[in-house]
């Protein structure tokens, strides 16, 4: 059964991824709570049960109204995402228990995990996760959703075996690219399907035992909702979507620029996402992984920029871009981006 399922979505293709003090040495003034110093050793407040507190650089943005990718939730078993126009009505006894980790500064977003609920009947569990990737800010050598997909398949480690390579499908009318592969020492399959909306790849990989389970899930996807421009490669924009143009704030796209000054140096890449509208000014800023300080000081100069008007068919359309501040540890950097480190 597993052989004819994979052999059909190949059929698929053909037809369209500290020193301590002595006793009895306490220094005066204590601290009442905490501290080095403190003979307190309870916190005087607890973490809640399952929070999960993160301090320093995090993702924020300019406004809490436009959608940013890390905004999907999942409600009323229906996990819906307004940045990538995208929603997934669960499995029957499936549910979201954790929420994901923030993004990363390399641009990867963990934006669903999924899994059955704990009375789940079946002879196997499995999960399903949901992910972005970034393409703007990709530290990997691939320019779209297709050559991530291939990048992860040449570059699996040597204990995975590859199941089917990677094979144009459709899920829910649109196209995506499926990679299966697994592991025979820990007999887990997993199955990938990676497409392309708005400069990211966003992939759904479902991991079990039951190959089975896995099949049913990938057939599930077809009520899935999805935005039109889904493909191998996407960004033309469309409607309230905007066109995604990589590189676009440097060369003679910027009429006019403020450098952010920066009060304190620090040493962490500050990956930036801004849409730029038809007047040429920037009006959504979004931070991936910044300080607030760094935020702070960014978007006041960001404001300031302007743009050269994008056209497209003669008419002017929204922008969005990718910029690097900081020091970025993925890949080498031009004099244009220069400009924009600390």
């Known amino acids: 059964m597993r052989f004819r399922f994979l052999c059909s979505l190949m059929a698929l293709a053909l037809s369209v991824t500290s020193p301590a003090w002595a006793q009895g040495d306490k220094p005066q003034n204590a601290p009442r709570n905490g501290g080095d110093f403190s003979d307190v050793v309870q916190p005087g407040s607890k973490v809640p049960t399952g929070v999960i507190l993160v301090k320093g650089a995090r993702s924020s943005a300019s406004d809490s109204v436009t959608p940013v990718p890390e905004g999907g939730n999942v409600t009323s078993n229906v996990f819906s995402d307004q940045y990538f126009g995208m929603s997934y009505a669960l499995p029957r006894d499936w549910e979201e228990k954790y929420k994901g980790a923030p993004p990363s500064d390399s641009g990867r977003y963990v934006l669903a995990q999924l899994r059955p609920v704990d009375t789940f009947k079946g002879p196997a569990r499995g999960n399903i996760l949901i992910t ?112 995604c143009i990589k590189d676009y704030a440097s060369g003679d796209n910027v009429i006019g620029r403020v450098e952010p000054v920066f009060t304190e140096r620090r040493f962490n890449s500050v990956p930036v996402r801004i849409i730029i509208d038809k007047e040429g000014k920037v009006k959504h800023i979004h931070f991936l992984s910044a300080f607030p300080d760094q935020a702070k000081v960014i978007t006041s100069a960001l404001e300031q920029w302007r743009f050269k008007r994008h056209l497209q068919n003669g008419q002017p359309v929204e922008v969005e871009t990718g910029l690097m501040f900081g020091r970025s540890a993925y890949r080498a950097r031009g004099p244009e981006s220069e400009r924009a480190t600390e």
């Open 132 to 243: 972005a990737q970034d393409m703007f800010f990709s530290p990997f050598p691939a320019g779209n959703a297709l050559e991530l997909v291939n990048y992860s398949k040449d570059h699996l480690q040597a204990d995975y075996k590859v199941e089917m390579p990677p094979t144009p499908t459709k899920i829910a009318g649109r196209p995506f690219t499926f990679f299966a592969y697994w592991s025979p020492i820990a007999e887990l399959h997993w199955y990938v399907l990676a497409t392309e909306i708005r400069c990211h790849t966003v992939q759904l990989v479902m991991t079990s035992r039951d190959t089975k389970l896995l099949e049913n899930l990938v057939l599930d996807l077809d009520k899935m909702k999805l935005p039109a421009e889904t493909g191998p490669t996407a960004g033309t924009g469309g409607g309230d979507v905007p066109v």
